[in-house]
């Protein structure tokens, strides 16, 4: 399928690594021009030469900026390009029983996981309006919908993208405009690996048998493996294409089958 991509510009948050690395490998792969983003301007720029050596042509830049920092994301919007595609997917999770996650760390989860999006969104949104086409996807979970008891301010925070995306939907009535969801599930992204490595050595247990044991104890992946994030950029990849034009305001898994509902 052309996914017919080629010329248009692409925003991915939180792309140094992980599954926003991965979206933005899949999206210069279909031609689109795609920047970048991290906090470190060393790390965005590795990102941006990896992915420049990775996919032959490709149009990748960079723009360092904490994306929980209101003022730095005024300065990269201020530095950016006209945006055809947001991808809001930068988030923060870890697992922390409820009663050691203090007000400090709920206020970052809500910063970083629902302002971010919040931000870039209030900004580029009207200009795709006006431009009478545009792509806003986010990076969501399906610990958005079944809210794990030992992630609750990733849970929580998630479930706020989920209602953000089908209410920014609804701005979008009779135009070319659409906002969508992807609930992702269990990834091997390099935020996870690296997790596992340091749980690994501290517990010494061996990587893969830490890996089995994750998704063994998962009663309802139906993958029953982890998900790669190139598996989530596939699914990115379509919502940005002009060929789902029918899909918006939609929150659509790429879960493993981790959430056992129809719908
Ligand atoms: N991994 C999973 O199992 C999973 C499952 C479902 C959904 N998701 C969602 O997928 C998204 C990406 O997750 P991931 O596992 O790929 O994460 P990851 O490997 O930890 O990567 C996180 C990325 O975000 C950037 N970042 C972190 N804080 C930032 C900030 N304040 N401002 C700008 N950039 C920032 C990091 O760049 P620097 O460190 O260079 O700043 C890095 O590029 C998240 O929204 C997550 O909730 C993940």
Known sequence: MDLRLSGRTALV??????????????????????????RDPERVRAAVAGLTAAVPGAKASGLAADLADPEQVSRLLGDLGSI???????????????????DEAWQR????????????????????LERGWGRV???GTESGVSVPGDMLHYGVTKAGVLAL?????????????????????????????????????????????????????????????????????????????????????AALRADGGVLTGIL
């Open 84 to 102: 055809d595609i947001l991808v809001n997917n930068v988030g923060l999770f870890e697992v922390a029983p409820f009663a050691d996650i203090h």
């Open 165 to 249: 995306s089908n209410g920014l939907a609804k701005l979008t009535r009779g135009t070319e405009v659409t906002v969508n969801t992807i609930l992702g599930g269990p990834t091997y992204s390099d935020g996870v690996a690296d997790a596992v490595a340091q749980i690994s050595q501290a517990q010494s247990v061996p990587v893969d048998a830490l890996k089995a044991a994750v998704i063994g104890g998962n009663q309802t992946s139906l993958l029953e493996r982890f998900i790669e994030p190139s598996e989530i950029a596939h699914l990115a990849a379509y919502l940005a294409s002009p060929v789902s034009s029918a899909t918006n305001g």
């Open 13 to 38: 948050s939180g792309s140094t690594q992980g599954i926003g690395y991965a979206i933005a490998e899949a999206l210069l792969r279909e031609g689109a021009s795609v920047t970048v983003n991290g």
């Open 137 to 139: 996807i986010f990076v």
């Open 109 to 128: 989860y809500w910063e970083v996981n629902v302002m971010s999006g919040v931000r870039l969104t209030r900004h580029l949104l009207p200009l795709m």
